[in-house]
């Protein structure tokens, strides 16, 4: 029984596809199927159901890739704790963060953790919430930039900042000549709404029952789309409005003669962002440094529990 045997299967229970599991250990499909066949004759039991359209965990399959996660996770911890012992900081720092936050916040954080810890890089990934939790359970990732709620068992979490929703509407539209738009004026006639799997548009739903409502009775008026930079296009082109967090209602690509972004009246809907790591992970300082720079980047009202 090898560490890279217990990688195999806890990635393969994960992906559920020997091709898509191959891939993220990068190692070819024949290796990874050869290294898990050997790890079931040697436990002699089956840890996967094989069929030609699918793979499933069996039942006692499912409590050893458990106790295989656990195991990585104490290994990954040693060669960490090794790593720490050196320079919190002289190592790269592998970051995640949900779709609707890196784009906009990335740039600002870049320069800024640079100034102060020039020899930790940081590896950036964007992804769905729960491929980022997976990945920072299974060390693929040191941190993740979620909104909250985020719970998860031995992963701590740090409120950085509050941000506030805004509407984006196209010029032409009447609302584009007020102040302000009350949230309950809002319903999904040619609202534009991130797809399924987005926490974003999870929380717009919830700030905006209207919204919901208008959802479950109206699904087909509703427009959705794969990323908010593809909503603002089409706000442009006046096929609707949308909801975004306001780090993203900073245009950079249209003038106010095409869109217009407009404030909530209060209390104005928001999400709290928070980065999350393992409690086990032995460079405090990084996530320190890491959780600093996101405040001094951030133009948002960071929370109490930041402060």
Known sequence: M????????????????????????????PTLSVGVKKLEEEL??????RSKSAVRVT??????????????????????????GKNQTSTPLKVGA???????????????????????????????THVLRDKLRNGELDAIIVALPFSEPDILTRPLYDEPFSLL????????????VDLQELDDDKLLLLGEGHCFRDQVLEACPTIRKGEEQHRHTTVESSSLETIRHMVASGIGMT?????????????????????????????????????SFPRPKAVELLSDSIRLCSVRTPTKAAE
């Open 59 to 84: 039942p006692i399959g499912e409590r050893i890739v458990s106790q295989a996660q656990k195991v990585l996770e104490e290994a990954l911890t040693i060669r960490e704790l090794a790593s720490a």
């Open 98 to 128: 949900i779709y609707t936050i890196g784009p906009y916040l990335f740039p600002h954080l870049v320069p800024q953790l640079h100034r102060v810890a020039p020899e930790m890089p940081l590896y950036i990934e964007e992804n769905f």
């Open 44 to 49: 002699g039991v089956m840890i996967f159901e």
């Open 2 to 29: 090898t560490l890279t045997e217990l990688r195999y299967i806890v990635t393969l229970a994960q992906e559920q596809h020997f091709g898509h599991a191959a891939e993220r250990c990068h190692v070819s499909q």
């Open 169 to 180: 509407v196209p010029a032409s539209h009447p609302w584009a000549k007020r102040d302000k």
């Open 243 to 279: 909801v975004l967090p306001m780090s993203a209602a900073d245009d950079r690509y249209y003038s106010s003669d095409l869109l217009v972004t407009k404030a909530f009246t209060p209390p104005a809907p928001y999400r709290t962002v928070a980065v999350a790591w393992r409690a």
